[in-house]
């Protein structure tokens, strides 16, 4: 199956901000949403995954979110 332009759109600016820092905005309805600022660090063919800082290296964690996430806009991306 094709992908969509925006797909395609949307993984090539992923790939081309790999490894540097960006805010995500994650969108979980009823005016509710979350900000961080993290590292995107690695990345699949249909997932990306991004590790976010704490204030102990213990506490760092990573987050995977997919591609079609950011395509509906449940997740912002600020690079």
């Not at 509710?32 to 990306?48: L, N, W, Y």
Request: net charge negative; hydrophobic share 40%; charged share 25%.
């Amino acid at each position: 199956m094709r992908q969509p332009a925006n797909m395609c759109y949307i993984y090539n600016l992923i790939l081309s901000n790999m490894g540097k820092r960006v805010l995500v905005r994650e969108n979980h309805g009823r005016n509710r949403c979350d900000v961080a600022e993290g590292v995107i660090s690695e990345m699949h063919p249909h997932v990306f995954c991004v590790t976010f800082d704490g204030d102990r290296p213990e506490a760092a964690k990573q987050i995977s979110y997919s591609y079609t996430d950011v395509l509906i806009r449940d997740v912002e991306l600020v690079f």
